[in-house]
Nanobody, 127 residues
């Protein structure tokens, strides 16, 4: 069974940093992708970043490009989202989710949504 568990959320000041983790299990092949999504109160859920777990290709939404970095640790079956230069606009519940690898860019562009989702972790950016 595919499972995803997010952690690492919390409170950060503007300009600060947080690192989110997504622990994964239950995948039967390397041809999947892990995407990070977020949903702020009163707004629709949006794709933030995605990594293809076969070749490692990464994708970013324009709003986070240059500030966020997605990476993976294959030995730990964990995907990370390093968030730097945080802004108040980054405040949201962040979810990691898994789906077919070839849809990775579509997840970020909000054309598609993955199949499996974690429970979410709250990120609050405030002074």
């Amino acid at each position: 069974q595919v499972q995803l568990v997010e952690s690492g959320g919390g409170l950060a000041q503007p300009g600060g940093s947080l690192r989110l983790s997504c622990a994964t299990s239950g995948f039967t092949s390397d041809y999947y992708a892990i995407g990070w999504f977020r949903q702020a109160p009163g707004k629709e859920r949006e794709g933030v970043s995605c990594i293809r777990n076969f070749g490692g290709t990464t994708y970013y939404a324009d709003s986070v490009k240059g500030r966020f970095t997605i990476s993976r640790d294959n030995a730990k079956n964990t995907v990370y989202l390093q968030m730097n230069s945080l802004k108040s606009e980054d405040t949201a519940v962040y979810y990691c989710a898994a789906g077919p690898s070839h849809y990775c860019s579509d997840y970020v562009s909000n054309r598609r949504e993955p199949n499996y989702w974690g429970q979410g972790t709250q990120v609050t950016v405030s002074s």
